[in-house]
């Protein structure tokens, strides 16, 4: 195994630790490893030997086999050109990520209008790539022009609307699916 896959189990330790409602302290105590060391194995930090990969697998109710299975299906090198009609959801809007993944990516042009107001689970970034937008979040109005970036934490209330035709609007945001830490 080269460092590169044993750096990318992480994500799939951490996956299954939490399909398993586990703590890192639970793992520790069923594996015989370090709380520190778990957590720098989950973050990629730390290259796991192939014995403790599988000590580690073994506390999760698996094998080290499916960790780097599930490790190497998660990872994903996607390009999405410009051009690219297969990814419209609709008139002025176009997926910037394929597939259902943690980050969730769209680009909006012309004079969109996002209706009522929104709330998002996650963060949200917006960035204005060309136009204006006017943004209402927490009470205060935000306009943005070219270059300009509005970041959200989860949970804040919001609508937006395009104000100059040709627009581009880009908004990245952590996918709803995906729990929000608190760190």
């Known amino acids: ?19 398993l409602d586990l703590t890192l302290a639970a793992v520790a105590e069923r594996s015989g490893l370090s709380v520190p060391f778990l957590s720098q194995i989950e973050n990629e930090r730390a290259r796991p030997s192939m014995r403790s990969l599988q000590r580690v697998a073994e506390a999760l109710e698996t094998t ?3 960790l780097l299975a599930a490790a190497d299906s998660a ?12 990814l419209a959801a609709g008139p002025g809007v176009r997926h910037l990520v394929r597939g259902h993944h943690q980050l969730h990516g769209v680009e909006l042009t012309g004079e ?9 689970r996650n963060d949200e970034l917006m960035y204005l790539v060309d136009g204006a937008v ?4 927490e009470g205060r109005a935000y306009r943005l022009e070219k270059g300009d970036s ?9 609508r937006w609307r ?15 699916h995906i729990e929000a830490t608190g760190l």
């Not at 209008?113 to 709330?119: I, N, S, T, Y």
Request: proline share 1%.
């Open 75 to 86: 990872r994903v090198v996607d390009v999405v050109r410009a051009d690219e009609d297969t």
């Open 162 to 176: 395009a104000t100059r035709p040709g627009t581009r609007l880009v908004v990245v945001a952590v996918a709803d």
């Open 1 to 19: 195994m080269g460092d590169k896959e044993t750096l990318r189990v992480g994500s799939a330790v951490r996956r299954r630790r939490r399909a």
């Open 64 to 66: 080290g086999a499916e």
């Open 134 to 137: 006017e943004v209402e979040a």
């Open 112 to 120: 969109q209008d996002a209706g009522g107001e929104c709330q998002h």
């Open 150 to 158: 509005l970041f959200l934490s989860g949970g804040v209330l919001h």
